[in-house]
C-alpha cells in the first residue's frame, strides 16, 4: 500500500468532515478509496471492505483501543471482545464484524 500521513492538529473536524459518528471516535483516522478506516481495525476487515463496498456505507471503525485490536496487542495475549462497526453518511450504524 502506498500510504501519505497527514499532522492535523484538528482531529475532530477531520473526522467530523470524513461523517465518522462522534460515538465511534478513536485515535487513528484513515481514508482508503472513499471509505473512511477508524481506530484500531484488523486488516482483514479493511480488505473485506475494500472488496465487498457494501451500498451506503461510508466506512467502519472500532471505537476505543480495544486489548489485543491490532496495535494493541498485551504481552499475554488477552484480548477483549470488540465489534468493528459500520456507518453510513448519517451516522447510522451496524455491526461489520465481531473479532474472535
Not at 472500532?62 to 489485543?68: D, I, Q, R
Given at each position: 500500500y502506498e500510504v501519505s500521513?497527514?499532522?492535523d492538529q484538528?482531529?475532530?473536524a477531520v473526522k467530523?468532515?470524513?461523517g465518522v459518528p462522534e460515538q465511534l471516535a478513536s485515535c487513528?483516522?484513515?481514508v482508503v478509496d472513499d471509505m473512511v478506516i477508524e481506530g484500531h481495525v484488523p486488516l482483514e476487515q479493511v480488505k473485506r471492505l475494500l472488496r465487498e463496498k457494501p451500498a451506503g456505507?461510508?466506512?467502519i471503525?472500532?471505537?476505543g483501543m480495544p486489548a489485543g485490536?491490532?496495535?494493541m496487542e498485551v504481552p499475554d495475549g488477552t484480548k477483549e471482545p470488540y465489534q468493528v462497526i459500520a456507518f453510513d453518511q448519517a451516522g447510522r450504524t451496524s455491526v461489520f464484524a465481531t473479532s474472535a
Amino acid at each position: 500500500y502506498e500510504v501519505s500521513l497527514r499532522d492535523d492538529q484538528d482531529m475532530p473536524a477531520v473526522k467530523k468532515r470524513l461523517g465518522v459518528p462522534e460515538q465511534l471516535a478513536s485515535c487513528h483516522t484513515a481514508v482508503v478509496d472513499d471509505m473512511v478506516i477508524e481506530g484500531h481495525v484488523p486488516l482483514e476487515q479493511v480488505k473485506r471492505l475494500l472488496r465487498e463496498k457494501p451500498a451506503g456505507v461510508r466506512g467502519i471503525a472500532v471505537p476505543g483501543m480495544p486489548a489485543g485490536s491490532p496495535g494493541m496487542e498485551v504481552p499475554d495475549g488477552t484480548k477483549e471482545p470488540y465489534q468493528v462497526i459500520a456507518f453510513d453518511q448519517a451516522g447510522r450504524t451496524s455491526v461489520f464484524a465481531t473479532s474472535a
